[in-house]
């Protein structure tokens, strides 16, 4: 049976370890490429035998969730050194803490 009782924010973000490695890697305020943190992701799932690139299965999941993040306006993508919107970006990014989640 499901707890339908907490229903906040706070709650998918925890439900979801993608989004935890994301908001660790930004906490301290610098811009992050989305590589870091799909290669923290792999060091820490990864089997021993798999190989260098295995991080790169990550990558998908990584950008999902920083969408989703920055539509929540709890992140920022960066995108040739502005903010780029969420919806309609290309290319490559990096993510910042929005200054709303402090």
């Known amino acids: 049976m499901t707890d339908d009782t907490n229903n906040g ?3 998918k973000a925890e439900d979801d370890p993608v989004v935890d490695y994301i908001l660790r890697a930004v906490a ?10 799909a290669q923290a992701i792999a060091n820490d799932r990864a089997k021993p035998s798999a190989p260098k690139d295995v991080w ?6 990584v950008r999902q969730q920083a969408i989703h993040l920055a539509r929540e306006g709890r992140l920022l993508i960066i995108r040739k050194g502005e903010i780029a919107d969420p919806n309609d970006f ?13």
């Open 90 to 102: 290309k290319g490559l990014y990096k993510l910042r803490k929005a200054a709303s989640d402090q």
């Open 28 to 37: 301290s305020g610098r811009d992050v490429a989305p590589q870091e943190i």
């Open 56 to 61: 790169r299965k990550y990558m998908t999941v």
């Open 9 to 11: 924010e706070n709650t």
